[in-house]
């Protein structure tokens, strides 16, 4: 509000003082200029009857109500007078006009608003800075569990997008550089609800300002940033940055490990993808044999370093090599788009290919190229621009890696359940592929070829009251009654509980006799619906009290009164 106000009088100064000197002079003038009664003797205009008359005078609003007819020395002042303030008026309205369309007053306005925005939300929310694709994705996602959150971007373009967007809620967004730490605490960096800074710039150090600043202003804040580059990666996680996504190195660590763990990967898939969706079906990269890998840049680099220790067999197709620092064995010099260069790589003999450019065009070339002399290969497409989705959906690649769909994929679950992301790192250690296939096996039988739905629940006073209140009061509840069905308990919920937490012990597919109380987490996976009917039993002691005992005895002054009537 400073900044507004110096801003209006820094360019109103000049027109308020001009104004006013104007109707100094006027009021003076009628004053001091002899006036005449009405029976036609010598009198003096007040002060007060000047400043009236000339109020209404300047303004052209019209005359009347004199307290005397004037003289005409007070007619030709009046007169002289009219040109002046007028002319004064149009030259302040003028001015008003062009500082209300000043882009600095406009900025500061639009802060204020922002600021006053922010500061009067009541919901826990997460600060986004940077609403390109991976931020608009993730913003979106967010919004489909109705998790709040707030966006500051330097591009006005994508701010306006964000403002076109059919979001469910409203989204406070800002037109601002996020590197700067007055515009992160404007944004509510230090909002008591404030949950989580996420950096998806698509610059390295404005994102690795943004964490910096975040962590100094509000160490206790979780930060997730976007990091394209291994010295920026480490920068990050010397300060103690929570959370941080290379989303070339991430897809080619999801490669290797769907390589290894074909059955873990399909079931992770399904259980962090968007509840409803249809059930994609499983991809089965080969095991053995050689991959082309086209373009060494950081996807390329990612991809070499996984398949390499998988013990692979690699060709590298790379148009610049001097400036990737390339290893010197199997490189082709080229880009890979002619069918000289990919049959130097040994096309036909390879299993798999890699079309990893920053170039979509020329990717899309490559596939069309690689398949025509050996249709058998498995390809890996890099999408570099969400508008050519539909391209590579036809192009017949087996997998496409999106950097903006992949950060905003892993945020996503890290954000909305952060349990699966446990579970998953769990099933790694301790799981095999026999178990990730007969739970697959559970959840195709429970969801009937749509994507289950996957939540959370811990056991406290906000998601769980009802199960508090019964364990205040000595009750035992055990996991299997929250899968009964508060309309009919006879009948079990389509949910499949996936993990427990009680303090450090952590439960894959924990039994469902066993106790469970206030502290415990849960992650389900399910139908939608299921859920819903779950939250009765958590949330009413009646409902809680119906699934486990049969029994719902009414209780309150009310009913305890009409218990009393009727007998």
């Known amino acids: 509000m400073d900044t507004i106000f110096f801003l209006v009088l820094r360019r109103m100064r000049t027109p308020l003082l001009t104004l006013i000197v104007v109707y100094a002079i006027a009021m003076a003038g009628l004053a001091l200029i002899p006036a005449q009664d009405a029976d036609g003797q010598p009198t003096r205009t007040s002060l007060f009857h000047a400043f009236y008359f000339v109020s209404y005078m300047s303004t052209t609003i019209g005359f009347g109500e004199l307290p005397n007819a004037f ?7 009046v007169s002289l007078s009219v040109f002046f303030t007028v002319a004064v008026w149009i030259y302040a309205i003028g001015n008003l006009i062009a500082l209300l369309q000043d882009a600095t007053l406009q900025r500061a306005i639009a802060e204020r608003r922002f600021r006053n925005q922010v500061r009067r939300l009541g919901v826990p929310f997460y600060l986004v800075c940077g609403y390109g694709q991976t931020g608009g994705a993730l913003v979106g996602g967010l ?23 059919n979001q469910r809620e409203y989204v406070p967004a800002l037109c601002a550089d996020a590197r700067s730490p007055h515009i992160l605490e404007a944004a509510g960096l230090k909002h008591p609800l404030c949950r989580g800074v996420v950096a998806l710039t698509n610059v390295n150090e404005a994102n690795l300002k943004i964490a910096i600043a975040a962590k100094l202003l509000h160490p206790e804040v979780k930060v997730i ?21 290379d989303p070339f190195d991430a897809f080619a660590s999801y490669i290797a490990f769907s390589i290894q763990s074909p059955c873990q990967t399909l079931l992770i898939d399904w259980l962090s993808g968007r509840g409803g969706d249809e059930l994609n079906e499983p991809n089965y990269p080969p095991r053995h044999g050689r991959w082309v890998i086209c373009g060494y840049g950081r996807f390329g680099k990612a991809m070499y370093k996984h398949l390499k220790a998988q013990g692979f067999e690699l060709s590298i197709i790379e148009a610049e090599p001097h400036r990737t620092g390339i290893p010197t064995e199997g490189v082709v010099h080229g880009r890979g788009t002619e069918a000289v260069t990919l049959e130097q790589a040994e096309i036909r003999q390879a299993v798999g290919l890699v079309a990893g450019t920053d170039q979509d065009a020329d990717n899309l070339s490559i596939i069309m190229t690689a398949l ?11 999408e570099n621009h969400i508008q050519n989705q539909e391209l590579f959906d036809r192009v ?9 769909t992949i950060i905003a994929h892993r945020i996503r679950m890290r954000l909305i ?64 009654t929250l899968l009964r069905d508060p ?20 439960r894959p597919l924990p039994a469902l006799d066993i106790q469970i109380g206030p502290g415990d987490r849960l992650l389900f996976c399910g139908r939608e619906e299921a859920r819903r009917r779950m939250d009765w039993a958590l949330c009413n002691l009646h409902a809680l009290r119906y699934v486990t005992d049969g029994e719902s005895p009414r209780e309150g002054p009310a009913w305890r009164w009409f218990a009393r009537e009727r007998r």
């Open 71 to 77: 003289t005409d020395a007070q007619r030709i002042w």
């Open 487 to 506: 309309l009919e308990r006879e009948r079990t919920l389509p949910v499949i509980p996936l993990l427990l937490i009680q303090g450090q012990e952590h």
């Open 417 to 480: 359940t952060p349990l699966l992301s446990e579970l998953s790192r769990l099933a790694r250690l301790r799981c095999d592929e026999a178990w990730a296939s007969q739970l697959i096996s559970r959840i195709i039988a429970l969801v009937e070829g749509r994507k289950p739905y996957v939540w959370e629940v811990t056991i406290d006073g906000t998601q769980a009251p009802a199960i508090r209140e019964a364990a205040r009061r000595g009750r035992t509840i055990r996991l299997g």
């Open 225 to 245: 940033c976007r990091a394209d580059s291994h010295e920026i990666e480490a920068n990050m996680a010397s300060f103690g940055t929570d959370h941080i996504y």
């Open 396 to 404: 017949g690649a087996q997998s496409i890696m999106n950097p903006s």
């Open 372 to 382: 025509t002399l050996n249709p058998d290969l498995y390809v890996i497409a890099r």
């Open 143 to 165: 919004m489909e569990r109705h998790i709040q959150s707030v966006v500051v971007d330097i591009d006005p373009d994508r701010i306006n997008l964000l403002q076109l967007d």
